[in-house]
């Protein structure tokens, strides 16, 4: 499921960078092959749950899995909304370039990749490493608000293309939140802290 | 929780609705307890798992108050997102009326009700009602988006506030998604099938 999702965010972010249709439409048709691993994943958590009776790292590795299972469908979903926004800047006149967009989409891809690895690792400091990513992300996202709000300003034939690529730092946001969330995880299972809502604990 | 969620909901689109900063500056304040609520119930159903080792009906509603656990502190955020537009925008002229703002973000804070009580009494009518309104809330945003495009376009000056109401637009629908999410859960809870991604088992 993480390779799946990683493919997809990757691919998203190439059809936008490269306006690329089709690459878009493979993340459109990947979208329920991520669904349908939701389901599954949490069928078997469930049941592992129930069957095994699990305990100490077992069962802090199962409730785990369930979170993370959750943050990955949503990352997929986000890819998704990207490729939606790719295929509607890919047919329009390019008014901007894109500079932000391939370094933020870089920048959250390795997050999502060292976040997975941090808990398939079990590796504490690939997991902080993660946690020290989600600021910079923020600061792309503000800083592409910030310049995309002003050449609306100047320019209205520039509006419907801002909004898309507004939209798509939001979701590339996102995605380095949940990478983030995913991290939280797998730093509690390592070291038993929730570094979660406590930035003095993430250091 | 629920009742923290619901009244940060509820406030955050009283302040934007209202022009109240200091409404908005309540759902600020709150953010942390329900922060902290989550990390408790997250705590709690770890240590119910492994000490009482539930099975059947007891098993699934710990693993249910896992997900919607997340599900609340998420809908947590955005309601903080949406009071620090109401902030941005109380403070700004009006250069255009909220008319659908409020509608959307009365629909939905009653699905994010009908959700809880679904869950909470084992409601499946009431679960299903959430579902069918989750479409309705995507149709307002779809609306709302299209008119503030179109508004930006005819007037520099309103980019800005529109940019902030695209956002309330695009938070009240993804609390919507949260309270669908949630309807989802306590379906399974009560009848054990998953409409997760198949729409054609959510009659």
Redesign the interface.
């Given at each position: 499921m993480s390779a799946l999702v990683e493919f997809a965010i990757y691919t998203s972010a190439l059809a936008l960078a490269e306006r690329d249709e089709a690459q878009a439409r493979h993340v459109l048709d990947n979208e329920?092959r991520i669904?349908?691993m939701?389901?599954e994943i949490?069928?078997l958590?469930?049941r592992l749950?129930?069957l095994e009776?699990p305990?100490?790292r077992d069962?802090?590795f199962i409730?785990a899995a369930?979170?993370i299972n959750?943050d990955l469908e949503r990352m997929g979903d986000l890819a998704v909304n990207i490729a939606e926004r790719s295929i509607s800047l890919a047919r329009a006149l390019v008014v901007r370039p894109l500079i932000d967009v391939p370094h933020m989409a870089d920048l959250a891809e390795s997050m999502v990749r060292k976040a997975l690895d941090a808990f398939v690792k079990g590796d504490a400091d690939l997991a902080r490493s993660v946690l020290v990513s989600d600021d910079a992300v923020d600061e792309l996202r503000d800083g592409m608000?910030h310049e995309l709000?002003s050449y609306?300003?100047?320019d209205?034939?520039a509006?419907?293309q801002s909004?898309d690529l507004?939209?798509v730092a939001?979701d590339l946001e996102r995605i380095a939140d949940h990478a983030t969330n995913i991290a939280e995880v797998a730093l509690y299972l390592v070291e038993g802290i929730?570094v979660?809502?406590h930035a003095e604990a993430r250091k």
């Amino acid at each position: 499921m993480s390779a799946l999702v990683e493919f997809a965010i990757y691919t998203s972010a190439l059809a936008l960078a490269e306006r690329d249709e089709a690459q878009a439409r493979h993340v459109l048709d990947n979208e329920s092959r991520i669904n349908n691993m939701q389901i599954e994943i949490d069928e078997l958590s469930t049941r592992l749950l129930a069957l095994e009776q699990p305990v100490a790292r077992d069962l802090r590795f199962i409730t785990a899995a369930i979170k993370i299972n959750s943050d990955l469908e949503r990352m997929g979903d986000l890819a998704v909304n990207i490729a939606e926004r790719s295929i509607s800047l890919a047919r329009a006149l390019v008014v901007r370039p894109l500079i932000d967009v391939p370094h933020m989409a870089d920048l959250a891809e390795s997050m999502v990749r060292k976040a997975l690895d941090a808990f398939v690792k079990g590796d504490a400091d690939l997991a902080r490493s993660v946690l020290v990513s989600d600021d910079a992300v923020d600061e792309l996202r503000d800083g592409m608000y910030h310049e995309l709000v002003s050449y609306m300003q100047r320019d209205p034939a520039a509006v419907r293309q801002s909004v898309d690529l507004m939209f798509v730092a939001h979701d590339l946001e996102r995605i380095a939140d949940h990478a983030t969330n995913i991290a939280e995880v797998a730093l509690y299972l390592v070291e038993g802290i929730d570094v979660r809502h406590h930035a003095e604990a993430r250091k």
